[in-house]
């Protein structure tokens, strides 16, 4: 009984945190000064989904949201991967649209 209710707390404890953590990533997104500042915000945001997925896995005890968690994780990697690929070859340059 007591281990149900502080499981329970913990799960409400961090789902507000993550809920946090999402907000402040998002706010990067939107306000970021430059494009690095919100390709790393970027991929905090896949972080956080795929702790999310983990998250939904301890509270239905399904196993199914691992491989949720799992694809979330491969595809903030390689959106991470493109992104640092765009800014090394200057695709996206920010001094350019400054001058505009």
Request: with cysteine.
């Amino acid at each position: 009984m007591i281990a149900g209710t502080v499981q329970a707390g913990g799960v409400a404890i961090a789902a507000f945190l993550l809920l946090a953590a999402m907000i402040c990533a998002g706010i990067r997104i939107v306000r970021g000064p430059s494009g690095p500042d919100r390709v790393v915000a970027l991929d905090m945001l896949g972080i956080l989904g795929v702790a999310a997925a983990g998250m939904a896995v301890v509270v239905s005890g399904s196993t199914a949201f691992i491989d949720i968690a799992l694809g979330v994780a491969l595809v903030g990697f390689l959106a991470a991967v493109a992104f640092a690929g765009f800014i090394e070859r200057g695709s996206i340059n920010e001094e350019e649209e400054e001058e505009r």
